[in-house]
T-cell receptor, first 117, second 113 residues
Framework: AQTVTQSQPEMSVQEAETVTLSCTYD???????LFWYKQPPSRQMILVIR??????QNATENRFSVNFQKAAKSFSLKISDSQLGDTAMYFC??????????????FGTGTRLTIIP | DGGITQSPKYLFRKEGQNVTLSCEQN?????MYWYRQDPGQGLRLIYY???????QKGDIAEGYSVSREKKESFPLTVTSAQKNPTAFYLC????????????FGEGSWLTVV
């Protein structure tokens, strides 16, 4: 079974600074997908970024980027120029390469990020 | 607007009663999911369905039941057999195949009183 570990339960950073959230995972699979989701106080889960394991290039979405280290099974999220609206819980999630009936997410326990004005 | 609608947002249940949470999507997604979230924890998969009239147990299916009679709908029943049902429940959906993104509804709070 896959496991996802987020070792930082809480983090805080000043507005406009850069912050990196850590995620490691354990799998014997070679092909898989990794995700970062954001859960603001409204509790809705919002996709931040997605990475395909067979792609060496790190995914980026505006101020959000990842550092994907496949050999180390590490998938960290970097938020640049942090904004107050980035305050949320952030979840790292793993999905095996989908065969029928196999397309589901395994989540870490989350990192609570607070952006300080 | 396209999306995933969960209802009710807040629900109170007496011990020993069954309760059903509704989930409807108009995204034309084949796959639908139910996750449970406890305070300070990540999401755990209860049930998922890849096609109509078929569903599979997730990691914590005991005390829950689902049906998938229509592509758009995936209701979750929390039965009296669920020992600790107070939690936040999230419904989700996705296109099948290719590691596609799973999209979530706004969630339902269930409290047992």
């Amino acid at each position: 079974a896959q496991t996802v570990t987020q070792s930082q339960p809480e983090m805080s950073v000043q507005e406009a600074e850069t912050v990196t959230l850590s995620c490691t995972y354990d799998t014997s699979e070679n092909n898989y997908y990794l995700f970062w989701y954001k859960q603001p106080p409204s509790r809705q889960m919002i996709l931040v970024i997605r990475q395909e394991a067979y792609k060496q290039q790190n995914a980026t979405e505006n101020r959000f980027s990842v550092n994907f280290q496949k050999a180390a099974k590490s998938f960290s999220l970097k938020i640049s120029d942090s904004q107050l609206g980035d305050t949320a819980m952030y979840f790292c999630a793993f999905m095996k390469h989908p065969n029928f009936g196999n397309e589901k997410l395994t989540f870490g326990t989350g990192t609570r990020l607070t952006i300080i004005p | 607007d396209g999306g995933i609608t969960q209802s009710p947002k807040y629900l109170f249940r007496k011990e020993g009663q069954n309760v059903t949470l509704s989930c409807e999507q108009n995204l034309n997604h084949d796959a639908m999911y139910w996750y449970r979230q406890d305070p300070g924890q990540g999401l755990r998969l209860i049930y998922y369905s890849q096609i109509v009239n078929d569903f599979q147990k997730g990691d914590i299916a005991e005390g829950y039941s689902v049906s998938r009679e229509k592509k758009e709908s995936f209701p979750l029943t929390v039965t009296s057999a669920q020992k600790n049902p107070t939690a936040f429940y999230l419904c989700a959906s996705s296109i099948t195949g290719g590691g596609n993104t799973i999209y979530f509804g706004e969630g339902s709070w269930l409290t047992v009183v």
